[in-house]
C-alpha cells in the first residue's frame, strides 16, 4: 500500500444501499442507518436503489422519505442486477466517501459509523472482514459459508492480498477511488470484488476491519451461487490480468506534497 494517507476530512458520507423487493426490510435498515449517523452527527444522505421491485418496495421509500430528509430513494428504471443498482447509486450520490450497504437488514450500521472514523484517519478504501478477530457471521447457510471460504482463499492467493473476505458487499471508499476504478463493469454480485479487487490493483490505501453478518429477518435471498460462479471468475481474471500484464497503466497517480504545505 502506498504509505501516504489522505488528510482530507470526510465532509459529506453517502450510504448506498441496493433494493429490490425489500418492503419487509428497507424501513428498519433506513430507520437504523439514519439513527446513527445523526447520533454522531455525521453529515450524511442514504441513497437506496429501487432496482425494480415487484412489491411495495418504491411506495415504502416515497413514505420514508417524508420523515427521513437524507433519504435519497432513486429509481433504476435501466437493465437490472445487484451490480447495475450499485453503479446506479453511486452515479447519484453527492459524498465525498461511500460505504454501501444491503438492504436486508445483514450489516450493523454502527460499523457504518467505524468506517467513518477509519476513512477519517485517511484511508482510502475500508473493507470489513467477518472472518478476522472481532467479526462474525450469525446463521450463515453452511453450503455458503463453505464456498466463501473457498472463494476468498483463492482471490488471496491469486493476488498475494492478506484480505480475506473480498467477496463481502459491506465496504467503504472514498470518492477519489470509486472515479479512479471506474469503468465498473461488473453487473451481478460480482461487483462486489471487481471494486475491491481493483482498488488494491489501482495503488489505493486500505485497511481492514471486523464486521459482523446476520441473516436476512424478512424476504428471500438474491444471491443465486449458480448463476454466479462464472461471473465472478471473469472479474477476477479480467482485475489479475490488469494487475500482472498493464504494467501499471491504471495505477493512481499520487501528487507530490509540496513543502510548503507539508510544512
Known amino acids: ?5 489522505n488528510s482530507k476530512p470526510v465532509q459529506l458520507l453517502s450510504v448506498v444501499i441496493p433494493a429490490r423487493d425489500e418492503e419487509g ?13 445523526s447520533a454522531r452527527e455525521i453529515s450524511h444522505e442514504i441513497v437506496v436503489v429501487n432496482d425494480g421491485s415487484q412489491d411495495g418496495t418504491w411506495a415504502v421509500l416515497q413514505d420514508l422519505s417524508q420523515r427521513i430528509p437524507s433519504l435519497r430513494p432513486v429509481n433504476n428504471t435501466g437493465p437490472h442486477g445487484f451490480g447495475r443498482a450499485i453503479i446506479h447509486g453511486l452515479d447519484h450520490m453527492s ?8 438492504a436486508d437488514c445483514s450489516d ?17 478504501c475500508v473493507f470489513g472482514s467477518r472472518f478476522i ?10 453450503h455458503k459459508l463453505i464456498l466463501n471460504r473457498i472463494v476468498n482463499w483463492g482471490i488471496r492467493i491469486l ?9 463481502n458487499a459491506f465496504k467503504a471508499y472514498r470518492r477519489e477511488v470509486i472515479e479512479g476504478c471506474r469503468p465498473l463493469i461488473a453487473p ?28 436476512r429477518r424478512a424476504g428471500v435471498p438474491k444471491l443465486k451461487i449458480k448463476e454466479m460462479g ?7 481474471l479480467y482485475v489479475w490480468l490488469e494487475k500482472f500484464f498493464s504494467r501499471g497503466d491504471y495505477r493512481r497517480q499520487i501528487q507530490p506534497i509540496s513543502k510548503e504545505k507539508s510544512s
Open 25 to 37: 426490510s428497507v424501513t428498519y435498515t433506513v430507520e437504523e442507518l439514519h439513527q446513527a449517523l
Open 95 to 102: 459524498g465525498d466517501a461511500v460505504v454501501i450497504m444491503m
Open 159 to 167: 493476488f498475494r492480498i492478506p484480505l480475506n473476505d473480498t467477496t
Open 108 to 124: 450493523s450500521p454502527a460499523e457504518v459509523v467505524k468506517y467513518w472514523e477509519l476513512l477519517n484517519q485517511g484511508y482510502e
Open 133 to 142: 478477530k472481532g467479526g462474525g457471521v450469525h446463521d450463515y447457510p453452511t
Open 1 to 5: 500500500m502506498p504509505e501516504s494517507l
Open 230 to 236: 462464472s461471473r465472478y471468475i471473469f472479474i477476477v
Open 188 to 215: 451481478h454480485f460480482n461487483l462486489t470484488v471487481e471494486i475491491p479487487l481493483k482498488a488494491i490493483v489501482r495503488g489505493y490505501t486500505w485497511t481492514t476491519m471486523p464486521i459482523t453478518w446476520r441473516n
